[in-house]
């Protein structure tokens, strides 16, 4: 029976190639994170996501899965998984896989064989077209890969065309087949099995197409997405995959998932569904971009709207609190603008301000010690998303300029630089040559430094926050109410349940700033704050970047 254990949970997102290297091959490993467990565990979270680790060419850093039974060789074995796992479940922390279930790599076994015959058996694993045109060398429809470029690839061995919404490497499933339903309900029941404890569904809203595969409206950026997003028979896979999987353990599902909206979240969420768990609304993410890819100007009343409007879902639903993962920029900077000498009161007021809310929290890797973006040159950036745009960039004018500048503020490579364990060499990361750059920050944000930091650590705060967070009722199931929706400067809100109130004040501007509040709200103590004197009054003066929760008189 589901416990729903990660209602109480706090999960740490590891990407393993930039997490710790073990063996000094340059990439991170298994063996790298069995040797920082105690450092997660002293972190006061109690789950762990894991970005793939599945056998893979790496196209798209693991997102490209050639055998989803094997790991792959560079990240360890089979025996260094389940002991990784042994050891997590040793200190009360479960674990999170990443399901890659929209495509696979075209190296896999069932797409070699799928492109080898118009009459192979494993033909109909995925999702086939002739082309346009006498010749046929158009593309079946006018659909954009989410990397840029058309979403088909000609094959010349068969004369067709197969579906690709990412890299060319990387070809859709056709989820249309039973035969591939039941295959992904095998993959997840083989990691259950060894007491894996949920997934993280990748772009999973995409595996649904609509019939026919007509074309979609003109967008030059992202086009065709009104036919696979929710797509017709989406909820009917989920479910399906739910009764044949998920529901057979205690487990946790999360789900990535592009175009789903506040209005028609509960249709994938809610309990009585029997679908995901939880999923990623991206609306908060993209309050600081224009058509999802344009930088602009960040504006709080734009921001916390969108993140109390998520606080109303149904009671049935659950919410998910994040601020970075493997695709997202660093935070800081991001939502508090220049931070100056006040990294630590910026990083730990954004945990507040998010950790809060009703959900479960996600932290990844770096943003319990503060890291921060790098500065790239073109050659630099390794994601496949990030050389597709300059290579479109290029046949446009300005368009590398226009490349940079988006990239420099949202590029996915930011938050894949190597974690800084220390100000030595690699930054701890590794004794070999890093697989990717090194943010040269390294210097002054790492782990060591932090630790040392005694009142100023990032990480300590995010572990005493987490363990203010644990057991608490008022957090777990009390109300939320925002004060001053339309204040630029500070996120105020609070949270109530069975008589007992907690205040949330959180300044995200780096300079102080005033704010009123009502009679009944001017009195309490500080339960936590990132400043050591906090204090209520009728109106607050709130210090650059102080955030406070306070526990209110009755």
């Known amino acids: 029976m589901k416990t729903r254990w990660y209602k109480d949970a706090v999960v740490y997102q590891i990407y393993p190639r930039s997490f710790c290297d073990s063996n000094g091959d340059g990439i991170g490993d298994l063996r790298g994170i069995i040797s920082k467990l105690d450092y997660i565990k002293d972190l006061g979270v109690n789950a762990v996501w894991l970005s793939p680790i599945y056998k893979s060419p790496n196209d798209d850093n693991g997102y490209d899965i050639s055998n989803y039974r ?6 360890g074995t089979m025996a260094d998984f389940e002991e990784m796992l042994e050891g997590m479940h040793a200190r009360g922390i479960k674990l999170i896989m990443d399901l890659v279930a929209n495509h696979t790599s075209d190296e896999h076994e069932w797409f070699v064989k799928s492109r080898s015959s118009k009459d192979d058996p494993f033909r109909d694993y995925y999702i086939w077209r002739k082309g346009r045109g006498k010749d046929g060398k158009r593309p079946p429809n006018n659909w954009t890969s989410r990397f840029g470029g058309s979403a088909w690839q000609f094959d010349e061995a068969t004369g067709e065309w197969y579906l690709h919404l990412f890299s060319k490497k990387q070809p859709d499933l056709n989820w249309e087949n039973p035969a591939v339903r039941r295959e992904i309900a095998d993959i997840c029941n083989f990691w259950m099995e060894k007491g894996v404890d949920g997934f993280r569904c990748d772009v999973i809203t995409y595996i649904s197409k609509e019939e026919g595969l007509p074309n979609g409206k003109f967008n030059p950026i992202m086009c065709g997405d009104e036919h696979f997003v929710l797509g017709p028979r989406y909820h009917e896979f989920i479910r399906e995959l739910n009764k044949n999987s998920w529901a057979k353990f205690d487990s946790y599902t999360v789900g990535e998932s592009t175009g789903v909206t506040f209005e028609n979240a509960p249709e994938c969420i809610a309990e009585e569904r029997g679908e995901l768990d939880t999923i990623f609304g991206f609306e908060h993410m993209c309050t600081d971009m224009y058509m999802e890819v344009i930088p602009h100007k960040f504006k709080l009343p734009r921001f916390t709207a969108v993140l109390s409007k998520w606080q109303s879902l149904p009671e049935s639903c659950w919410n998910t609190l994040f601020l970075e993962n493997h695709d997202q920029p ?9 931070f100056g000498d006040k990294r630590y009161e910026a990083a730990t007021m954004l945990a507040v301000a998010m950790q809060m809310q009703k ?3 996600f932290v990844y890797q770096g943003q319990e010690i503060g890291m921060v973006n790098c500065k790239f040159r073109d050659e630099d950036y390794l994601d496949v998303m990030a050389r597709q745009v300059f290579s479109i960039a290029a046949k446009i004018p300005f368009g590398k300029a226009i490349a940079r500048y988006c990239l420099a503020r949202r590029a996915r490579d930011h938050a894949r630089t190597p974690m800084q364990w220390n100000a030595g060499a690699n930054a701890g990361f590794t004794a070999g040559k890093p697989w990717m750059m090194l943010n040269p920050s390294y210097k002054t944000i790492n782990v060591e430094a932090d630790k040392k930091a ?15 967070r644990r057991g608490n009722e008022v957090i777990k199931c009390g109300s939320y109410r925002q004060l001053d929706k339309k204040n630029k400067s500070v ?4 949270r109530s349940h069975e008589g007992k109130t907690l205040l949330v004040l959180a300044n995200f501007k780096n300079k102080t700033s005033k704010f009123k509040l009502p009679p009944e709200l001017s009195s309490g103590r500080a339960v936590l704050s990132n400043y050591p004197d906090s204090a209520l009054s009728a109106e607050v003066s709130l210090r650059p970047y102080e955030a406070a929760v306070f526990e209110i008189n009755a």
């Open 359 to 361: 959900g479960t929290p």
């Open 491 to 494: 996120y105020a809100y609070t």
């Open 70 to 75: 094997e790991i792959m060789e560079e990240f």
């Open 454 to 468: 005694g009142e100023k650590s990032i990480y300590a705060f995010y572990a005493r926050l987490h363990a203010f």
């Open 330 to 338: 660093r935070s800081l900077g991001r939502f508090t603008g220049d």
